[in-house]
């Protein structure tokens, strides 16, 4: 779903080639296998479908663009430094680009302290079901990766934990991985079962 991936809209800065190390990774790739076998992470329209991310103390560490979140290794993760949304620019570490979506993360992190990871995955079933669900949906169809998408995520998610991103798939945050990881799974359970 979605337009076709081109890779991403913001120039990448590499402060240096570090990849991250942190147990959480492990715990995305977990994850990543886990919904890929549920099928909320398609192959599709060139690309790989879905991201992840983590706070930490330099800023948050987030899966690199392009790859099968399916089938993550350590060097697929990308510690994000600073990212300014309007200049399109997000300064890293690590040996990959990040994420096409690293602006609506970075904008999760730095608006809501209480966040503390984010996913996203295509989930179509509960994109359907959103409206019978009670799922707030962002106001608009944006082309991924832009600026407007993530501004519109950040403004209609306000202080809920999961979002539909209208034509895309869906959003959840949580104070760790775990809780946005079951938000995901909940809501697509409930979808499954109307
Ligand atoms: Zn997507």
């Keep these: 779903m979605g337009d076709e991936y081109v890779g991403r809209k913001f120039r990448t800065e590499f402060k240096s080639n570090d990849i991250p190390q942190d147990t959480r990774i492990y715990e995305i790739i977990r994850l990543g296998e886990k919904f890929k076998k549920m099928g909320l992470l398609p192959d599709e329209d060139g690309g790989h479908a879905g991201n992840f991310s983590f706070r930490n103390s330099k800023g948050f560490v987030i899966t690199s663009g392009g790859r ?6 350590q060097k697929n993760f990308v510690q994000v430094l600073n990212v300014n949304v309007d200049s399109g620019r997000v300064i890293v570490k690590g040996e990959e680009q990040p994420s096409s979506e690293t602006l609506t993360h970075h904008l999760l ?20 079901n959103a409206h019978k669900l009670n799922i707030k949906s962002t106001e608009r169809k944006h082309p991924y990766g832009t600026a407007e998408l993530a501004k519109d995520i950040y403004k209609s998610i306000g202080r809920e934990n999961f979002l539909a991103v209208r034509g895309h798939g869906v959003i959840a945050t949580g104070k760790s991985l775990w809780e946005a990881g079951k938000i995901i799974e909940t809501m697509h359970h409930a979808a499954e079962n109307i």
């Design 109 to 128: 992190y730095s608006g809501r302290k209480s966040v503390n990871a984010v996913i996203h995955v295509h989930d179509d079933i509960v994109l359907k």
């Design 68 to 73: 099968d979140k399916g089938n993550l290794s």
